[in-house]
């Protein structure tokens, strides 16, 4: 007897967890990935691209916002909860790469969007702005 109570209440928690896990996938497939980042998306186009950036499907998962008549890229890829935004900035024969990992990323609200975009950014213009200024002081030396 004690084993099949054991049995069925084990039964129940699994299938409850795979249902709730079912339930999260279909509520974030419900949504593309550019709307459910559509702030940051914004945010990134209208700094690095002046608005006039194209979506570039890779898979139902990533993305890439780019120009085509730029190098610069921003690469959107989403996998189990976090999402991952890399930017690839060609200057003087070098790529700087920054990336923002975000787990949990489906629970993120459009301020907290904006917040994150905000920062990364900020961040991004320090490390261009460091790289210049270590070319610019290779070349006076």
């Avoid at 990533?62 to 189990?80: A, C, G, M, T, W």
């Avoid at 935004?85 to 003087?92: A, E, K």
């Avoid at 917040?115 to 490390?127: A, P, Q, S, T, Y």
Wanted: charged share 20%; net charge neutral; hydrophobic share 40%.
């Amino acid at each position: 007897m004690f084993w099949t109570i054991l049995i069925f209440v084990v039964s129940i928690a699994i299938i409850s967890i795979f249902t709730a896990i079912q339930k999260k996938e279909e509520t974030l497939s419900a949504q593309t990935l550019q709307d459910r980042f559509s702030v940051m998306i914004d945010m990134l186009n209208s700094f690095a691209f002046d608005g006039k950036a194209t979506i570039g499907t890779i898979s139902e998962h990533s993305f890439n916002l780019y120009r085509p008549d730029e190098h610069q890229v921003i690469n959107f890829s989403y996998h189990k909860g976090t999402l991952t935004i890399t930017w690839r900035y060609p200057y003087h024969e070098k790529e700087i790469i920054h990336s923002l990992n975000l787990p949990k990323a489906r629970y993120i609200s459009f301020f907290q969007q904006e917040k994150l975009v905000d920062r990364f950014i900020d961040e991004m213009i320090g490390i261009v702005q460091d790289y210049k200024y270590k070319i610019l002081n290779n070349f006076n030396h």
